[in-house]
Nanobody, 123 residues
């Protein structure tokens, strides 16, 4: 069971930037686990934003391509999401997640370990 704690959310103006972090309780790199960022806006379903595994970034949602970057620091057991040119449509609760099986999909149902989320608001 991997515990995840997100941080870095906040309120920014249209066009601003934020960097999210997710600290894991144990290394996911050595086991080749897939890690991901999801987001959920009020009244909407949770959607995948980006995924990454031991080989590097795997998937980036079309809506954030060219603006968001997913990365991880294995030594720090941390996952990051650098968000640039933020838009009001990016407003959501952002969650990091870990998949404890092989593969690196981008559907919420395929991930078993979740953080509590961090709120991002763009106005």
């Amino acid at each position: 069971h991997v515990q995840l704690v997100e941080s870095g959310g906040g309120s920014v103006q249209d066009g601003g930037s934020l960097s999210l972090s997710c600290a894991a309780s144990e290394s996911t790199h050595d086991r080749g686990y897939c890690m991901a960022w999801f987001r959920q806006a009020s009244g909407k379903e949770r959607e995948g934003v980006a995924t990454i595994n031991a080989d590097g970034p795997i998937t980036l949602a079309d809506s954030v391509k060219g603006r968001f970057i997913i990365s991880k620091d294995n030594a720090k057991k941390s996952l990051y999401l650098d968000m640039n040119d933020l838009k009001p449509g990016d407003t959501a609760m952002y969650f990091c997640a870990v998949r404890l099986n092989s593969g690196c999909p981008i559907l919420p149902r395929d991930f078993s370990e979740w953080g509590q989320g961090t709120q991002v608001t763009v106005s």
